[in-house]
């Protein structure tokens, strides 16, 4: 190559998105597309791949592995639960789990993934460890699906400033021959189908190079028999853990009851508000049942949704208290969506709403409410 | 691995810890105490009572001399990666120790090196030779600023390692939430800590903090106030109670305050990233986060940060779908039932709260991972708290017209005592209107004979009233005021049907600016229980009393020619631009009448240039008052933030000292005498404090009573300052006022500036008792908030020797 050329070349080449930014969409792109629902990343770092993937839906069971607790400590607390988590929990479970630990051991906590990804983390192997690697990762771990990313050392010449490797840890850095090569045999051997792709498109006329960084998506050939699964693999664990959140979900019966607790009192509070005002326009004639109406009179978005109402589902104001048939409340597209059958929702709030004798309707007491303050 | 690694620079470890550039919270490096000889020997005051205390301070030990040893840490060649440096650093663990904190150039440890200037041998993977020097830069003692930043820092990641979720400033315990559902609100439990240099340890300071969270979303109330209000007082009323709140966000671990909100955008709306593309809110959430925006019609929250934070600066914008709401807003504020629901939970009795502090310590003591974390470090906590004795000076005698009161030292409240006496000052009210609406014409009556029936005997001649009666309009009010105020009234008493705040707003602005004549409002509601209207009418008639200039009580004030300031400030959240200082003044001797004034400022100008000519005008008409210029004047100076001491000490302090001189000078050429200048005390007094004191009474843990004083043990040994507890509260734990004197020429020794300070506590009017803060402290609150709430300009002068603001 020409000289000049190649060095105006390395002055311009730089990617946007980042490169690393862009290794990160292509994995969250294929969790978009397979819908793992537990998902590992080897060599996690500072966790930043894991942090995003947290934002997606589907995966429920997030573990990070990594030789260095140390960079895995410095901002394993990004992982946690946020306030807003605990305040409206998810209806998906997720537990997020950190380990200490190299890809050349088995321990039975990697067992049972979907998707296991292998960001720029094969280099940083020596050999012998590089050697136990496909025995750890698509003999042992065998997922349906393994994501390995590499530098191609092919595309070193157009980056400004890479002597030897692009990263003094680097063990070595392999051509699109060399990795493809180990790939297929890898995958060969475990019976495991690749693809080749990559990101980091090299500039025009350069095609020739290859993508800066070089990606083999290896899928499993065959779904894993239950027995190889449970009589290979008695191994002890050698990971240490050294990080584990699990959110709070909706899927977990005591965020579940709260959150239906907290819906049906608003939502018995939202007609509550709208009997007593009607009561109050009608005079003050305790014995007389009001009518309910429900008056949706919202315009930006459909909020409460539509309420039937039905004969048997009328609250009423009965002396000092209104009664509110759960049927009604239950009628609430979010209480509904919560509890699914009517059944599960007289179960939740049992013992922690107040009900009317018969426990069929939410009571308030109102005389203590026009109190002076 | 033990480190703690300190994430980017020493800037994060003196100033920074999360986030945008910090202020110093704790005012560390203020030393005002050193400039005022007279206390430097000892600051505490001697008089009253023993009693023991005990408190929510642990001291924090270290070996004997302990230091943290800061290294500068350099690699030849050059090493760029921060992982790299690190773990070429760490080869030589058994040279620096496996307790280090390091951000990649800046090296702390717990232990001195050999010499001062190392340099060891690393080679990388690829073989490469690296010389690392690490050359000790600074030895810092346990009490260095950098040193007590640096625990703070190791602090607050004990808390985090103990699962606690940092909300804002403080930590709180996700897990066991108290939730109440009536009101839609979750509390959380947390803990606010810092840990400071004390008069003679290092103590960590843990109090109980409650975080109120809501769990419904910004776009969730929207909807909520959409239904209440209907579409015509929508946009209004949703300003008013969302902005200033401060919201947490479904996607990152960020509080921002809600400055405004754009109707104008929605989701659908774009914004420039940091690269210069465009791109709308829905798409941007979506790919950042796989979030869906579900309502593409809310509109958009403006935060308006004040910091920079990472790359972001100027406004940022906020979807109300994605944002949770914390904290209380005023209308909930007001709300009595919500307030009784979430009291049952936020105030704690003594004992509760100290199990409650002591349940913090006890995480902390049985961790195994902090336990280590804090050996290492060579520190650690005593367990138990620290108990010292205080002194509780004697009551204050109240005087009223020749008669003398003690009161119940347990109430601090001598509204029995007083009532039926004659005031000291009482004002005549021979012309004054009385305005009520027609559906109020009984409640007016009533209030009128009730007037009559309690005020001969405070000595208050009060005549028949204009009874005017208007409709429940704000310009039938106005047109009333326009119409029938004359030079001659005395006051105007107006009977409100509902505490809609723009029809009070629109009489205080009139009655307060064009037209200068005091004004009492009433909500007719106050008026209409039979069995408390003698009292309510007690209470309206001592305070149209104090509005006409009159005086109630008196406790004996032993200093002569003594001016009292106080100065408190207001900022405007709801329009955000105006902060309004207020300053009172005291007029005579016994300290009963003030002066008052406020400054409006718009937002960035500093408030200084205002309080200046105040205490100018404040000056003339003292010497008016008493015929020559004080000889002492105390200035209580609250509204003072977090941070802000610096700036108080070396700005404003110097601003009172030129004005002085100027009035010297200028009365120089007079008749007063050629080299006036009276003595000056500054004293910054502060309500927020972290510290709670609890009496040992009877084997369990009380609130001390009034006039307990403490000035050892948890004040600063770099500032003359000490702590009064003056109120009592019915439910809770008591919280201790702070006063710091920054500066004092008055030579007086620290008990009697104690007592002074303790007096002045007794004598704000509008409640016959005693108050957190000393009475014109209390008196500049009020003004600037009646300013910064209704008037939002400077009143008329006119009124400006009366308390016409209570």
């Known amino acids: ?373 | 691995t033990i480190g703690l690694q300190v994430s980017s620079g020493l800037q994060d470890l003196s100033l920074r810890d999360r986030g945008g550039r910090r202020r110093d919270f704790h005012d560390l490096g203020v030393n005002t105490r050193q400039a005022m000889v007279h206390v430097q020997e000892s600051k505490t005051g001697f008089s009253g009572r023993m009693i023991k205390l005990t408190t929510n301070h642990f001291r924090l030990t270290s070996r004997p001399q302990w230091a943290l040893y800061q290294y500068h840490v350099g690699y030849s060649p050059e090493m760029e990666a921060r992982r790299l440096r690190s773990a070429l650093l760490f080869q030589h663990e058994e040279h620096i120790g496996k307790t280090h904190a390091f951000d990649g150039s800046i090296l702390f440890l717990p232990k001195k090196l050999e010499n001062k200037v190392t340099e060891l041998f690393s080679r990388t993977r690829n073989g490469e030779d690296v010389k690392i020097t690490v050359t000790l830069t600074n030895e810092l003692p346990p009490t260095s600023p950098t040193c007590l930043q640096f625990y703070n820092i190791i602090f607050r990641r004990l808390l985090k390692m103990l699962n606690l979720q940092q909300i804002g400033r403080n930590y709180y315990n996700p897990s066991d939430p108290v939730s109440i559902p009536n009101h839609r609100l979750m509390v959380w439990l947390g803990f606010t800590s810092s840990i400071l240099q004390y008069e003679e340890n290092i103590m960590l300071c843990a109090d109980v903090s409650h975080k109120v969270l809501r769990g419904e979303t910004v776009l969730d109330t929207m909807h909520s106030i959409h239904s209440q209000v209907g579409e015509e007082r929508f946009r209004d009323t949703c300003a008013k109670e969302l902005i200033g709140l401060i919201v947490l966000t479904k996607y990152n671990n960020r509080t921002y305050r809600i400055d405004d909100i754009d109707w104008d955008n929605n989701p659908k709306g774009t914004f420039r990233k940091s690269d210069g593309s465009e791109m709308t809110f829905v798409e941007y959430y979506k790919k950042q986060y796989n979030i869906e925006i579900s309502d593409w019609m809310q509109p958009v929250l403006i935060s308006q940060m004040k910091r920079k934070r990472g790359n972001i600066q100027g406004p940022v914008a906020l979807i109300p779908e994605l944002c949770s709401l914390t904290g209380l807003t005023d209308k909930m504020r007001n709300d009595f039932n919500m307030m009784k629901d979430l009291a049952i939970h936020t105030r704690l009795p003594p004992e509760q709260r100290q199990r409650e502090i002591g349940r913090l310590l006890s995480y902390i003591q049985k961790d195994d991972n902090v336990q280590k974390e804090l050996r290492n470090w060579g520190l650690s906590f005593d367990y138990k708290s620290v108990s010292f004795t205080g002194r509780v000076v004697q009551g204050e005698k109240i005087f009223q017209s020749g008669n003398m009161f003690d009161y119940n030292p347990q109430f601090a409240d001598w509204t029995k005592e007083t009532r039926g006496v004659p005031l000291i000052r009482a004002v005549p009210v021979d012309s004054w209107l009385l305005i009520y609406t027609r559906r109020n014409y009984d409640v007016a009556n009533t209030l009128l004979q009730s007037l009559f029936k309690v005020t001969p005997s405070m000595g208050i001649r009060m005549s028949k009233p204009n009874m005017i009666e208007v409709d429940d309009r704000t310009e039938a009010y106005l047109r009333v005021l326009q119409q029938r105020v004359t030079p001659d009234t005395n006051i105007v008493v107006c009977i409100l049907s509902s505490s809609r705040k723009d029809k009070y707003d629109a009489i205080k602005k009139y009655l307060c600016t064009d037209c200068p004549i005091p004004s009492q409002c009433v909500l007719a509601r106050t008026l209409s229980k039979p069995q408390t209207i003698m009292t309510v009418a007690t209470k309206i008639a001592l305070q149209m009393n104090c509005k006409m200039g009159g005086e109630l009580w008196s406790v004996e004030i032993p200093l002569k020619q003594v001016m009292i300031v106080g100065i408190d400030c207001y900022h405007d959240t709801v329009s955000g631009k105006q902060s309004i200082a207020g300053f009172v003044a005291s007029l005579n001797q016994t300290v009963t009448r003030w002066f008052s004034r406020c400054v409006v400022q718009s937002r960035g100008q500093e408030l200084v240039d205002g309080i200046k000519a105040c205490l100018q005008t404040a000056l003339r008409n003292w010497s008016k008052w008493n015929k020559c210029l004080p000889s002492r004047i105390f200035v209580y100076r609250d509204g003072v933030g977090d941070g802000q001491l610096n700036t108080l000490v070396n700005y404003e302090v110097p601003q009172f000292l030129d004005c002085l001189k100027s009035i010297g000078t200028d009365y120089s050429i007079g008749f007063f005498s050629l080299s006036f200048c009276p003595r000056l005390t500054v004293i910054v007094v502060k309500k927020r404090v972290g510290a709670r004191f609890f009496a040992e009474i009877g084997g369990g843990l009380k609130n001390p009573p009034p006039g307990t004083v403490v000035d050892t043990m948890v004040t600063r040994p770099e500032w003359y300052d000490f702590f009064i507890v003056s109120q009592t509260v019915k439910n809770g734990c008591v919280a201790p006022t702070h006063y710091n004197v920054v500066y004092d020429t008055s030579q007086l020794k620290p008990d009697h500036v104690q007592r002074l300070t303790y007096k002045l506590c007794h004598m704000y009017y509008n409640w016959s008792g005693i108050i957190r803060v000393p009475a014109p402290c209390q008196y500049a609150h009020k003004l600037a908030f009646l300013v910064g709430q209704s008037i939002h300009r400077e009143p008329n002068l006119m009124l400006s020797d009366r308390l016409y603001y209570l």
Not at chain 1, 310 to 319: A, R, T
């Open chain 1, 1 to 373: 190559m020409d000289k000049n050329f190649q060095e105006e070349f390395t002055q311009i080449i730089k990617f946007n998105p980042p490169l690393y930014k862009q290794r990160h969409q292509f994995v969250k792109d294929l969790v978009e597309k397979y819908k793992p629902k537990k998902v590992a990343d080897l060599g996690c770092a500072d966790c930043s791949l894991l942090r995003m993937l947290k934002f997606c839906r589907c995966i429920e069971v997030l573990a990070g592995l990594d030789i260095c607790a140390d960079v895995m400590k410095e901002k394993m607390h990004t992982l946690s639960p946020l306030p807003v988590d605990y305040l409206q929990p998810s209806e998906r479970s997720l537990t997020v789990t950190l380990h200490h630990g190299s890809v050349a051991h088995k321990d039975p906590c990697m067992l049972g993934f979907d998707l296991v990804t292998c960001i720029e983390l094969i280099e940083h192997l020596e050999e012998p460890e590089l050697k136990k690697f496909p025995e750890v990762v698509f003999g042992f771990m065998a997922p349906s699906i393994v994501v390995i990313s590499t530098p191609n050392s092919e595309f070193n010449p157009l980056l400004p400033g890479v002597m030897l490797y692009r990263h003094p840890d680097h063990k070595f850095e392999w051509n699109q021959a060399q990795f493809q090569s180990w790939a297929l045999e890898t995958a060969r051997c475990y019976d495991y189908s690749v693809e080749f792709t990559g990101v980091g498109q090299p500039p025009t006329g350069m095609e020739k190079a290859g993508f800066c960084t070089q990606i083999g998506v290896f899928v499993r050939k065959y779904p894993q028999t239950g027995e190889s699964v449970q009589s290979e693999k008695h191994t002890e664990a050698v990971y240490k853990t050294v990080f584990k959140a699990v959110y709070p979900s909706l899927k977990d019966e005591k965020y579940l009851r709260n959150a239906v607790i907290s819906e049906v009192i608003f939502t018995a509070q939202i007609i509550k508000h709208r009997l007593m005002s009607k009561h109050e326009e009608y005079g003050d004639d305790p014995e007389r049942k009001s009518k309910f109406q429900p008056s949706m009179d919202f315009s930006f978005s459909d909020y409460l949704g539509k309420v039937v109402v039905e004969k048997n589902m009328e609250p009423f104001i009965s002396g000092n208290e209104v009664h509110i048939p759960l049927a009604t409340i239950f009628s609430f597209p979010k209480v509904n969506r919560l509890c699914g059958t009517f059944e599960k929702l007289c179960k939740l709030i049992a013992g922690k709403v107040t009900l009317s004798s018969d426990g069929s309707a939410v009571m308030f007491n109102i005389e203590h409410e026009n109190e002076e303050n």
